[in-house]
């Protein structure tokens, strides 16, 4: 470990050990929500509209449910929903990249047709389409995400895979008789893996995204609680009307924005740490 560490200069190992913080914050708080949240964010606490006190950290809402506790059982939501999805499109990521990549010919040109006509279509109307058709649990928005998600990675992977299966090593190794999947397994995944790390952490955040704003058009579980579905609830009862905002709105946006830069700096650094080192010529 240590010796991955020492390619990075002191900030960026600040930078890094910060966000690896706050991902296992968000994930801890996850896990253990029922113990950490002071009440069942479904139950009616206090009156509506409660500003933050010692009793109510973050306040209220308009039904008199408690913020604080809706925040930290929205975590578990939205993670949920980011990593599924993720390891679904970066599943099928890999798979036609390296099928097309390595294989190319007709399995390249038809695997690269259907890629591009998914990334022609506009990807949130059509996460928005397939929501209203398949509305339903938080399986049914990870698998929608998941299952379009997926196009631009491969394009990505698509031509390390190519650069890699070009380089002389993995031709000599080919020359002697090495099978396919041999050579996929030992060395191609193991060279695109750094990029594949990225991709996935930059999938979770894109993943995150997507379903906060699925929820809060309206298109999410009503009854389900996720940081998306507490911006639609504030939103719809006009809170920039009131100074209520602070306290409903904000918390819930910068836990939004705070993960997804820690997922991608933690992608950025772990794809630096993980490339093999550049041949001097």
């Not at 409660?50 to 913020?67: A, F, R, V, Y």
């Not at 298109?219 to 009131?242: D, E």
């Not at 910068?254 to 992608?267: K, R």
Request: hydrophobic letters at 50%.
């Amino acid at each position: 470990m240590r010796q991955y560490l020492s390619k990075l200069n002191k900030f960026e190992k600040r930078v890094f050990a910060v966000s690896l913080v706050i991902l296992g914050g968000f994930l801890f708080v996850a896990i253990f929500a029922n113990k950490l949240s002071p009440y069942n964010p479904y139950d009616r606490v206090a009156i509506p509209f409660l500003k933050p006190s010692g009793e109510h950290i973050l306040g209220t809402n308009d039904i008199g449910q408690d913020i604080l506790s809706e925040l930290i059982y929205g975590s578990r939501i939205s993670l949920l929903i980011g990593f599924i999805s993720s390891v679904i499109a970066i599943g099928i990521a890999i798979v036609l990249s390296i099928l097309s990549g390595y294989y190319g010919e007709k399995i390249e040109d038809t695997i690269m047709r259907i890629t591009d006509f998914f990334l022609v279509i506009p990807f949130l109307p059509l996460v928005i389409l397939l929501s209203v058709y398949f509305r339903g649990n938080y399986i049914s928005i990870a698998l929608i995400i998941g299952f379009t998600y997926w196009p631009g990675t491969v394009r990505i992977l698509r031509s390390q895979v190519i650069k890699v299966k070009n380089k002389d090593y993995i031709l000599n190794i080919k020359s002697m008789g090495a099978s396919d999947y041999y050579i996929i397994r030992k060395y191609i995944i193991r060279e695109i893996f750094p990029t594949i790390v990225y991709r996935f952490m930059f999938l979770v955040k894109g993943s995150i995204i997507t379903e906060s704003s699925l929820s809060f058009l309206g298109l999410g579980n009503p009854t389900l609680k996720s940081w998306g579905s507490i911006l639609y609830y504030a939103q719809n009862r006009n809170v920039f009307l009131t100074s209520a905002w602070l306290w409903w709105i904000v918390p819930a946006g910068l836990c939004i924005c705070v993960l997804s830069i820690s997922f991608v700096l933690i992608g950025y650094t772990v794809e630096n740490l993980l490339a093999p080192k550049k041949e001097v010529a």
